[in-house]
């Protein structure tokens, strides 16, 4: 069964504390991405990764960081430095880094809650 | 850089009615265009895509958009809505290296 899984679906934090959210793929996709979808502002990518050992930052980077040690395998933590980490993330894949037409796929996405 | 506006918020239709959600980008240089839909408690899903050739696009579930590259926009259409398209959809544009810009979504609501 291919797709793109993130877990946990529901996460809760307390404020000063890091958190990690997993993505794994099992598409063989090469490029990877995350992003931040809050209420009427549709999708924001905070990194994207084209190929293992190597990302770079989108848009909405500040407070975030991210590893690509395998192909399969993006987590991302949230760290105390982001100042409004409330938000619904996801994850995303492509099959080449450096096509830009090709379609990305998205998993479930993880709710992340800081009390 | 490139950016994507929608301009309708929140839509409100009865079932067989027919859907126009506006989609406008700025971006001069050659573009790929997306929407994505995202049905309640579901992944984020592509209806349709253009990247050239013939400007009117058809997708999954009966949708269709429109490249109209003097206007800059990419409108969404349906000709009979139904109670299963409530979802909140997404345009997005590719104007560079993978990154796709979104729109800041749409929710429509089918009422039966």
């Known amino acids: 069964d291919g797709g793109i899984t993130q877990s946990p679906k529901y996460l809760f934090r307390k404020e000063g504390q890091n958190v990690t959210l997993s993505c794994e793929q099992n598409?063989?996709?090469?490029?990877m991405y995350w992003y931040r979808q809050d209420p009427g502002q549709g999708l924001r990518l905070i990194y994207y990764?084209?190929?293992?050992?190597?990302?770079q930052k989108g848009d909405i980077a500040e407070g975030y960081s991210v590893s690509r040690e395998k192909k399969e395998s993006f987590p991302l933590t949230v760290t105390s430095a982001q100042k409004n980490p409330t938000a619904f993330y996801l994850c995303?894949?492509?099959?080449?880094?450096?096509?830009?037409?090709?379609?990305?796929?998205f998993g479930p996405g993880t709710r992340l809650t800081v009390l | 850089a490139q950016s994507v506006s929608q301009h309708n918020h929140h839509v409100i239709l009865s079932e067989a009615a027919s859907l126009e959600l506006g989609c406008n980008y700025s971006?001069?240089?050659?573009?790929?265009l997306f929407w994505y839909v995202q049905y309640p408690g579901q992944h984020l899903q592509l209806l349709l895509k253009?990247?050239?050739?013939?400007?009117l696009v058809k997708g999954i579930k009966g949708f269709e958009a429109e490249f109209i590259k003097s206007k800059f926009s990419f409108n969404l259409r349906k000709p009979s809505v139904q109670w299963s398209d409530t979802a909140e959809y997404f345009c997005?544009?590719?104007?560079?290296?993978?990154?796709?810009?979104f729109g800041t979504g749409t929710r429509l609501l089918v009422s039966p």
């Open positions: 971006y001069g240089g050659t573009v790929n």
């Open positions: 997005a544009v590719n104007g560079g290296f993978q990154k796709l810009v």
């Open positions: 995303a894949s492509s099959i080449k880094a450096g096509l830009h037409t090709d379609t990305q796929y």
């Open positions: 598409l063989n996709h090469d490029a």
């Open positions: 990764s084209q190929i293992v050992n190597d990302f």
């Open positions: 253009y990247f050239s050739g013939d400007p």
